[in-house]
């Protein structure tokens, strides 16, 4: 009988979310047709109304927006919906850094691909940015074919637009292609919805990509306190890449939702 794999570890949620898009709390709170100013503004004119003196209302300031940034972490987002066996789907699209196209069928000649949705500006990306450059070149020496795509809307978010994709992906020296999905049809064929979100395809021969592994990267969150590890997705491609099967015990990945074109979804 083979060995599954397993990826059981427990993983620790408080404070998951605490770095998550802080420093988009405007654009946030315009999602509520409640923008900062208006919070600022409504609440000075309160507390002078009330008499209170300037540190008096800064401090109510304070208190406001920070209330409004408890409801902001509560808009982080998991990955779902994807089944276990569920084929790759067929992409072709630019890598910003270098002009070159790539297809998923470049990656036809190896046993497993790792497709990664990141971006430049989330939280959670940053947090697992340089020891998920560690992770790929690890294993694309053994192997692994890595590939990441940014699929968020520049008319909302202009830092992962193509130009800045291509100066993070040369700082940090991604081992791997960056790809550009403007239309954001790959994000959708995928079933992407956060970043970071993590498929892992295996291929026996000349069988398609079939999905083993669509789960976190470890417990690691910002501001969390726990260590980075990628102790789940490096566990998963052990077993990949050794031929034994991944445990179906797989905890989605956390992140900011992929930043869909205005009116698109």
Avoid at 84 to 97: H, Q, V
Avoid at 107 to 132: G, Q, R, S, T, W
Wanted: glycine share 6%; with cysteine; hydrophobic share 35%.
């Amino acid at each position: 009988m083979a060995t599954t794999c397993t990826a059981l570890s427990v993983a620790s949620m408080a404070g998951g979310a605490r770095a998550c898009l802080f420093s988009h709390l405007p654009r946030t709170i315009a999602k509520t047709n409640i923008s900062t100013t208006s919070i600022v503004s409504s609440k000075w004119i309160y507390s002078s109304k009330m008499g209170l003196n300037p540190l008096q209302r800064e401090c109510a300031i304070n208190k406001t927006v920070h209330t409004r940034k408890l409801q902001v972490r509560a808009a982080r987002t998991e990955s779902q919906g994807v089944s276990l066996g569920f084929r790759a789907p067929s992409f072709e699209l630019p890598e910003p850094l270098t002009g070159k196209t790539w297809k998923l069928e470049d990656f036809e000649p190896y046993p497993a691909l790792l497709v990664m949705f990141i971006c430049n500006h989330c939280p959670f990306v940053k947090h697992l940015k340089k020891d998920i450059v560690k992770l790929t070149n690890f294993y694309m020496k053994k192997g692994l074919a890595v590939v990441a795509i940014s699929s968020n809307s520049v008319a909302t978010h202009p830092q992962d637009g193509p130009e800045l994709m291509a100066e993070d992906a040369k700082i940090l020296s991604y081992p791997f292609p960056y790809l550009y999905d403007e239309l954001q049809e790959v994000a959708r064929d995928f079933g992407a919805v956060c970043t970071p979100e993590f498929f892992l395809f295996k291929k026996d021969g000349r069988r398609p990509f079939e999905l083993v592994y669509h789960g976190q990267y470890d417990d690691s969150r910002p501001s969390n306190n726990v260590p980075i590890t990628g102790r789940d997705l490096s566990l998963a491609i052990d077993c990949v890449l050794s031929g034994q099967p991944v445990s179906p015990v797989q905890k989605p990945s956390v992140g900011c939702s992929v930043k869909w074109h205005p009116g698109a979804k």
